[in-house]
């Protein structure tokens, strides 16, 4: 099993450019997290999925941020245009499907985005 | 929604002493709470996790204790070493629903 996959491992942009982090949760998983971690705001839900259904987006910032999973095994996040106060580690973490309680999530090794 | 608080946000041990984290959720309907290590520079790591039909979980040198009418729960982990320096942070959640985290505690194990 090779775990939550992420790319890239490190992007560094420009203000006003479009930025797509990329995701591909582990196998068999159903449900799919972005969450973004500072030093300021600790770690943040942006949005989840569950059977690539967006279920909770009420974390996306604002509007130049947006998410998808076209199908089980891909998602983006992207951010158009960015900005400096973006800057920070982006997570995407999966779950399998769960019973009457959750299953953990299984975090991938992030993305650390630097806006200049 | 759920709110998670944890505390302390800062703990210093002597290796070999205990370190002990506090969690307090809101949501009675909260059934699972997962702890997570996180080494500089990685990503977060389950270490242990417990559901709410049970009090205690124990593996190893980490123990995880549930108090669902007071609402808290901790981490405890006995016999520290430096390795288990790192930042943790504990969650809450319920079936089909997000995982609200905590503010995370840094603890730092002193040789």
């Known amino acids: 099993d090779a775990g939550v996959i992420q790319s890239p491992r490190h992007e560094v942009t420009e203000m006003g450019q479009e930025v797509t982090l990329r995701c591909k949760p582990i196998s068999g998983h159903n449900s799919l997290f972005w969450y973004r971690q500072t030093m300021m705001r600790g770690l943040e839900l942006l949005i989840y999925?569950?059977?690539?259904?967006?279920?909770?987006d009420s974390g996306m910032p604002e509007d130049r941020f947006s998410a998808k999973m076209p199908n089980a095994s891909f998602s983006t996040l992207k951010i158009q245009p960015s900005e400096p106060r973006d800057s920070a580690v982006y997570f995407c973490?999966?779950?399998?499907?769960?019973?009457?309680?959750?299953?953990?999530?299984?975090f991938g090794n992030g993305t650390r985005l630097t806006v200049t | 929604g759920e709110n998670v608080e944890q505390h302390p946000s800062t703990l210093s041990v002597q290796e070999g002493d205990s370190a002990v984290i506090k969690c307090t959720y809101s949501?009675?309907?909260?059934?699972?709470f997962p702890w997570y290590k996180q080494e500089l520079g990685k990503r977060p790591q389950l270490i242990i996790d417990i559901r709410s039909n049970v009090g205690e979980k124990k593996d190893q040198r980490i123990a995880v204790t549930l108090n669902k009418t007071a609402k808290h729960f901790s981490l405890h982990i006995t016999e520290t070493q430096p390795e288990d320096s790192a930042v943790y942070f504990c969650?809450?959640?319920?079936?089909?629903?997000?995982?609200?985290f905590g503010t995370g505690t840094s603890l730092t194990v002193i040789p």
């Open positions: 973490a999966s779950s399998p499907p769960q019973s009457s309680y959750n299953s953990p999530l299984h």
């Open positions: 999925f569950n059977n690539n259904v967006p279920i909770d």
């Open positions: 949501d009675s309907a909260s059934n699972y």
């Open positions: 969650a809450a959640s319920k079936a089909g629903n997000q995982f609200y």
